[in-house]
């Protein structure tokens, strides 16, 4: 019995660990990844849907969830005022469907 359970439990908590779950903290050195948003779509990285619900939150696929504490989050990010500061460049779209990665070579900053 123990065991069927324990077979069950795990995989879901893998995929919560996971998940885009986001802080943005205040300052620069406090982040993971220092994040420009950008005015259009083109100009991205990385299109960013922001979900309402933690379990919503996607798995590197731009579906992030926003926590209200640093230590709920997987990621730690600053917003930079300028592109050139940016490890992320970032557009914020207004669908679901439309959040995604355009340069699979900046992936590995979110992992």
Known sequence: MKRSL??????????????QKIYSVDYENQADVKV?????????????????YENQAGK????????KYANQA???????????QADLKIFFVDYKNQAGWRKNSKKSLLY
């Open 36 to 52: 420009y948003v950008v005015d259009y779509e083109n100009q991205a990285d990385l299109k960013v849907y922001k979900v309402k």
């Open 6 to 19: 324990l077979i069950l439990i795990l995989p879901l908590t893998f995929s919560i660990a996971n998940a």
């Open 74 to 84: 997987k990621k730690k990010i600053f917003f930079v005022k300028y592109e050139n």
């Open 60 to 67: 590197n696929d731009g579906k992030w969830y926003f926590t």
